[in-house]
């Protein structure tokens, strides 16, 4: 048999893998950088990009803190008006009550009976009252309390004399 010489086919064979495996690594190297540097300019972009939105939020947050504390202000304003308007609205009650109250002493008088001070001190009426003889002032005090008025009250008497008469006082819970 012939012998043939494969020693030069070999050496082409392994430059040619060589000048591939060589090629690959350059051309993997090359996509890798190209990949890192789109890498680098998409983050850097989306980087950009936060702190544009950041200096818009800070731009709008300027803009509507002073419209928030003014929101909060009203808030606490509203508030106290609302406190005003209860309070309002419960004096209005009570002078009703109060109204009613007199009324009814208007029907229960006699001439007997003489008021020198009417105060009112939430939710309490104070009466100071003159009358002619104890006997008055306690019908005035039994009337008051009856089941047609239903007045919840506490009475003291602070002077009886036989000239000048009987002096009471009749604190009343207006309910």
């Excluded at 919840?152 to 006082?169: A, H, I, P, Y």
Aim: hydrophobic share 40%; proline share 3%; with cysteine.
């Amino acid at each position: 048999m012939n012998e043939i010489n494969l020693l030069p086919w070999r050496e082409q064979k392994y430059k040619y893998i060589k000048k591939e495996f060589i090629i690959c690594w350059i051309s993997i190297f090359c996509l890798s950088v190209g990949l890192v540097y789109c890498l680098k300019i998409l983050i850097v972009h989306q980087i950009k990009e936060y702190y544009l939105y950041n200096d818009q939020l800070l731009h709008h947050l300027k803009y509507l803190l002073p419209i928030v504390k003014k929101n909060n202000q009203l808030k606490k304003e509203i508030n106290v008006l609302d406190k005003s308007i209860n309070s309002m609205r419960d004096n209005h009650e009570n002078i009703r009550k109060i109204l009613d109250f007199i009324s009814h002493l208007n029907y229960l008088s006699t001439p007997d009976l003489f008021i020198r001070i009417i105060e009112y001190h939430p939710p309490y009426l104070s009466l100071a009252m003159r009358s002619v003889s104890k006997n008055h002032s306690l019908s005035l005090i039994k009337a008051l309390q009856s089941k047609f008025y239903n007045y919840k009250l506490q009475w003291v008497f602070t002077n009886e004399t036989k000239k000048s008469g009987c002096d009471f006082l009749v604190i009343i819970r207006l309910q």
